[in-house]
């Protein structure tokens, strides 16, 4: 953490300072969107045989990147890849 960042949130756990508080915590919560929008991408130039391997396709990395911002698109990966890997699991009925 930063001295900025330490200062801010020294200051915004001041009782007075509700509105800072608040305003802290969503921009850090929009940075951390970014850095993980920006490391979804960088999956997008793996190429298919790799993107099988952690249980994903170029459509899914697609899909996550077409979210919101303000929506994690790691998260969005990270289902994906775990309902392909449960469907595989799933005994043949």
Known sequence: MSATER???QLARRSDS???ALLVTAARAFALALRRRREAAELASLDDR?????GLTK???HFALEEPIW???TRTLADRA????RS???PPF
Do not use: G, K, N, S
């Not at 790799?50 to 952690?54: H, K, P, S």
């Not at 775990?82 to 890997?85: F, I, Q, S």
């Open 18 to 20: 509700r509105p800072l």
């Open 71 to 73: 929506r994690d698109p």
């Open 59 to 61: 459509y899914d990395v």
């Open 7 to 9: 200062f801010l949130w």
């Open 82 to 85: 775990e309902a392909r890997r």
């Open 50 to 54: 790799m993107l099988r391997d952690i």
């Open 88 to 90: 595989r699991l799933m």
